[in-house]
């Protein structure tokens, strides 16, 4: 059966949701679809669910750090299945709940995989949907590993669901995934190893903090491996045996679990999209400035299955959805800002960057000033035991501008929140240390960064 609409938007994650929910409330007769149970990645499958274990991580932590300044540990560990039946308190009612919000507001709903079969219709569960739009937020997917034995590593979606965790967890890639549940994993206590195919994991933060973190991780007992490649995944009757090449030898590693930890890429295989004239790179969805689909101007494009300028996180999936709603409604007028967007890596400690690194800073001609702290040794990283926190501050000498902040210590998710506000706003330097902060509190070492 045919239907037709003003808009079908493909997924339900933030950016989705945004753009159905605004456009329906603009009075357009609007169509929302997904393969997947409705929420979409952060809300089922990537942060929230991830930030609840970490808490866990993050108590077993903290009281170790205290350990001989007043605290005893000795009783204190995770007991994994409740702490996954408290995951689920949060996970489970979202698909019913966010469908039944879309219905609430008039908004037609549709499980099953969409297919363009033109340049604004699409083909889903047997029917077809017309539309004088179609919005584009599918999100992304975990690449596809090109090694033998690859169907025996689970993704992190698949990590998050597990009713047991195994004792022995090898991470096949250095990023996101594989440093923030190698921080859980090895807080419940099991044995973990991660296997990097670069020279320096985590490349899109400073360097110099990246190189704290990883011996931080290392000293939680963690075994790192940079220039690692994963050769083979093989099953046997014990568990799985991995094959890496690692600075020219063969290695080995016996294990119970592989988790696919090495990056991820635009949701767009099952969508036909050729089929709908819209192209993409391996970046994503080619869009212009305005998150048009630049060859089927009926088309647009936002969160992590767009190929724009902004990092992939969930508020920028927020903030590209408002754009998009904002165009449709009114004609292509409003641009994304990327300004003061924080992004934080939640291991124990967490790792966070706001702006510029010092060498894009340079690599782009800039007159720059970089000041890096080491805080090990001050207070408020002291008070609480933790051993590994430093920051790095990169100044435009000429404005006093903030091009860039980066953080690894307590409380970094919240203070980077605070720099990235005052590069959103255009705050200079001088500006910054004039905040004066409850003490003590985290806020109130910022103006000592500066």
């Known amino acids: 059966m045919d239907q037709t609409f003003d808009l079908v938007v493909l997924g339900t994650g933030t950016a989705a949701s945004g753009v159905a929910t605004t456009c329906r409330a603009a009075g357009w007769s609007v169509a929302i679809i997904d393969e997947l149970p409705f929420g979409g990645t952060c809300a089922l499958r990537g942060c929230d669910p991830k930030k609840v274990l970490r808490r866990a991580a993050e108590v077993i932590d903290a009281a170790r750090l205290m350990r001989g300044k007043g605290l005893s540990d000795s009783d204190l560990s995770i007991d994994w299945p409740k702490l996954m039946a408290f995951k689920r308190e949060f996970t489970d009612p979202v698909p019913a709940r966010r469908e ?121 007992g963690v075994t790192f491996h940079p220039n690692a490649a994963v050769e083979a995944v093989e099953k046997t009757k014990d568990g799985v045996i991995v094959v890496a090449a690692i600075d020219g030898t063969t290695q080995t590693f016996a294990v119970d679990l592989v988790v696919h930890g090495a990056g991820r890429a635009p949701a767009v295989d099952a969508l036909d999209i050729e089929a709908g004239n819209v192209r993409a790179s391996k970046k994503g969805i080619e869009v212009n400035e305005f998150l048009q689909s630049v060859s089927n101007p009926a088309v647009y494009a936002a969160g992590d299955v767009a190929a724009t300028a902004g990092p992939p996180l969930t ?16 004609g292509n007028h409003d641009r994304p800002d990327y300004t003061g967007v924080p992004s934080a890596i939640f291991t124990i400690p967490a790792l966070t960057r706001v702006g ?34 430093a920051a790095k501050v990169v100044i435009e000498k000429k404005t006093e501008r903030i091009l860039g902040f980066h953080h690894l210590g307590p409380e970094s998710g919240e203070i980077v929140n605070l720099i990235g506000l005052a590069m959103r706003t255009d705050l200079r330097v001088p500006d910054v240390k004039k905040m004066i902060s409850a003490y003590p509190s985290a806020g109130s070492d910022i103006g000592y960064l500066l």
């Not at 908004?107 to 219709?121: D, E, L, P």
């Not at 508020?315 to 009114?330: D, I, M, T």
């Not at 800073?361 to 590994?388: I, L």
């Open 100 to 220: 039944a919000g879309f219905v609430d507001k008039g908004i037609a709903t549709f499980n099953g995989t969409a297919k363009f079969v033109g340049k604004t219709s699409i083909a889903v569960g047997g029917e077809r949907l017309d539309a004088r739009h179609v919005v584009i937020a599918t999100g992304a997917k975990p690449v596809p590993l090109p090694l033998a034995g690859s169907e025996h590593v689970i993704t992190s979606t698949a990590f998050l669901e597990l009713e047991e965790l195994p004792k022995r967890i090898l991470f096949i890639g250095g990023g996101f995934v594989s440093f923030e549940f190698a921080h859980i994993g090895a807080r419940a206590g099991a044995d973990v190893v991660v296997l990097d195919r670069g020279t320096h994991p985590l490349p899109a933060f400073d360097p110099d903090l990246v190189a704290q973190l990883v011996e931080r991780t290392r000293r939680l």
């Open 315 to 330: 508020p920028v999936a927020g903030l590209e959805g408002a754009v998009v709603a904002s165009n449709l409604l009114k």
């Open 356 to 389: 510029l690194l010092e060498s894009e800073a340079r690599d782009q001609g800039r007159d720059v000033t970089c000041k890096f702290t080491d805080m090990s040794e001050w207070y408020s990283v002291e008070r609480v035991g933790e051993t590994h926190a």
